[in-house]
């Protein structure tokens, strides 16, 4: 909201027709509300790593991070705007273009997967400190993109936090899961077929 209230004070400011006796004074008030703001934005991407690092990578934090950077580079612009005298256009168009790139290439990128890897390769079992995998989260949110990551979990398990036989019950859900999907051309997608090429069970058949 306060990244939003700078943008409409730059965009009611800052237009050519407006004419202010202390202009001077308004740049400096309009810097400042842009500063504070990225202060608030510095803290929260603080804050969500250490949730990362404390807790887990989940969706939720994924796009949170996301949208900090959007909102970060949004205030960039606006600092943009002030400096180079650009217009309030230019300023709109500038964001729109970002939030379409962003959009984009987010479509390109396997969020299930750098989460599941992420997970696994920072958990309590696997580094001896932090917090426990949450391998439920895994198999029910993340889904099939997750296997490779649970089955390496599993084959470089030091301490038996999760039971064994549930382990690989759940690791064989996902692969039948898998099967399933592949075998169904309404259903099939390329990142799961690539994952069953990893996994090895299209080798397997």
């Known amino acids: 909201v306060t990244a939003l209230l700078a943008a409409l004070f730059v965009q009611i400011s800052f237009r050519p027709e407006t004419k202010y006796k202390n202009q001077n004074l308004m740049n400096v008030l309009v810097f400042v509300w842009v500063g504070q703001n990225i202060f608030l934005v ?3 991407i ?8 404390e807790y887990y ?17 949004g205030l960039l612009l606006i600092v943009i705007r002030i400096l180079f005298n650009k217009s309030n256009l230019w ?3 500038s964001n729109s273009i970002t939030l379409a790139l962003v959009l984009i290439i987010s479509s390109f990128v396997n969020y299930d997967r750098i989460i599941a890897w992420h997970n696994v390769k920072n958990c309590r079992e696997i580094t001896g400190h932090g917090i ?3 391998a439920q989260y895994l198999v029910y949110n993340i889904g099939t993109e997750a296997l490779p990551a649970l089955i390496w979990y599993n084959q470089n ?4 936090y999760y039971s064994k036989p549930w382990l690989e019950k759940k ?3 996902l692969e039948d899961m898998l099967e399933h999907d592949l075998s169904n051309w309404h259903s099939w997608t390329y990142r799961e077929y690539r994952t069953a090429k990893e996994v090895g069970i299209l080798n397997q058949n």
């Open 57 to 73: 990578l989940t969706y939720m934090r994924v796009a949170s991070l996301i949208w900090i950077g959007l909102v970060a580079f």
């Open 171 to 173: 690791i064989s859900f």
């Open 132 to 134: 426990g995998l949450d």
């Open 157 to 160: 398990l030091q301490n038996d």
């Open 91 to 93: 300023l709109i168009n």
């Open 46 to 53: 603080l804050r969500t790593l250490k949730y990362v690092d």
């Open 42 to 44: 510095a803290s929260s």
